[in-house]
């Protein structure tokens, strides 16, 4: 029982000055240089359709789940902007099954983001790359089916990964 206490006490000491705390109302995001931010439509710099637009909205909703920052339509309301730039997607062969067949695609997604105040003074920049599996099918259109679900989870991904960097950073 006394190893228990002496367990317990120290376990309270070590935690105790870790400076963890949860995300409150209180927290000033990005130190003191907002808290409304706008999600701007990144650029698709890839042969690969419709990125753009995944990543645009995976990093809204990302962000919208936010309680550390209010997530805002209109521009002119917000004090920072976040955007950027899909600079590369790709996709080739990872698995070989027994014969030789290709059996799994491995896909990478690349994102520069930049978070820039409302005056035009850029904060942060960052490039994220994500790479995800999918199975190679006989069927091609479900093969490609399991590209775009691949892409989707990429730009998930690199949305989570965007918000944890920010969070950590500033």
């Not at 000491?13 to 705390?21: E, I, K, N």
């Not at 259109?141 to 679900?149: A, F, K, P, R």
Request: proline share 2%.
């Amino acid at each position: 029982m006394k190893a228990y206490a002496l367990l317990l006490a120290l376990l309270l000491l070590l935690t105790a000055g870790c400076g963890y705390h949860a995300p409150g109302a209180g927290d000033a995001w990005v130190g003191q240089q907002g808290r409304t931010l706008f999600v701007e439509l990144f650029a698709n710099r890839t042969v690969e359709p419709y990125l753009d637009s995944m990543v645009t909205e995976e990093v809204a909703m990302q962000l919208s789940r936010s309680r550390l920052v209010e997530a805002v339509e209109d521009r002119q309301r917000a004090d920072l902007l976040i955007g950027g730039t899909v600079t590369a997607f790709e996709s080739h062969a990872v698995a070989y099954a027994d014969n030789d067949d290709i059996s799994e695609y491995g896909a990478s997604m690349t994102v520069r983001v930049r978070l820039v105040r409302s005056d035009g003074v850029v904060l942060w920049q960052e490039e994220i790359t994500r790479s995800q599996t999918y199975p190679a099918l006989v069927d091609k259109s479900l093969e490609q089916e399991g590209e775009s679900l691949a892409a989707r989870i990429l730009a998930r991904r690199i949305a989570e990964d965007l918000h944890a960097h920010l969070l950590a950073t500033f």
